[in-house]
């Protein structure tokens, strides 16, 4: 089998699989990354979205041969103890009811975050849109993503970005 070098979490993993395997199944089977989750296996509900070089994929649909050294980013890789930003948001505002689409909900808002540190209501829709959630928990994602926006998404350097 081929082997592949990944920058996954901004760490350099190695694994051997066919060319053919999706990166979900990569991220959840050979790397021990289970908060991906899948979802539709169709690129429709974006359960199992990743953010590829900053921006929101389908990990379902991403062939591990198609990866090449784009920057893969997880649920894992946001935070490792849920102090996010968006994290703490969605905590906050009592999110998910089954839960089961949130990773790829959380790593879609933060890819927005990093690029639209304040959006409005109508962009945080417009962006989130591609996201589904079967508990149809729209309302309170948007304001977890507004709470975050206000919190800061980023307290790298010990000050909050607004």
């Known amino acids: 089998m081929p082997e592949y070098r990944l920058r996954v979490n901004d760490e350099l993993r190695t694994v051997q699989v066919d060319a053919d395997t999706p990166l979900l ?53 946001l935070s490792p103890d849920r102090s996010h930003p968006l994290q703490r948001a969605w905590i906050a505002e009592d999110v998910p009811q089954c839960g089961y689409c949130q990773s790829g909900q959380i790593v879609s808002a933060a890819a927005l975050l990093d690029r639209n540190p304040d959006p409005s209501a109508d962009e945080i829709d417009a962006w989130m849109s591609p996201n589904l959630c079967r508990c149809g928990t729209y309302n309170r994602i948007r304001r977890a993503i507004q709470r975050a926006a206000r919190e800061g998404t980023r307290d790298e350097a010990g000050s909050e970005d607004a």
């Open 25 to 77: 199944w990569v991220l959840r089977d050979e790397l021990g990354l289970t908060g991906t989750k899948f979802g539709c296996g169709g690129g429709y509900c974006r359960a199992c979205a990743v953010q590829i070089d900053g921006a929101p994929g389908f990990s379902c649909r991403l062939r591990v041969a198609d990866v090449g050294a784009r920057r893969i980013t997880t649920i894992e890789g």
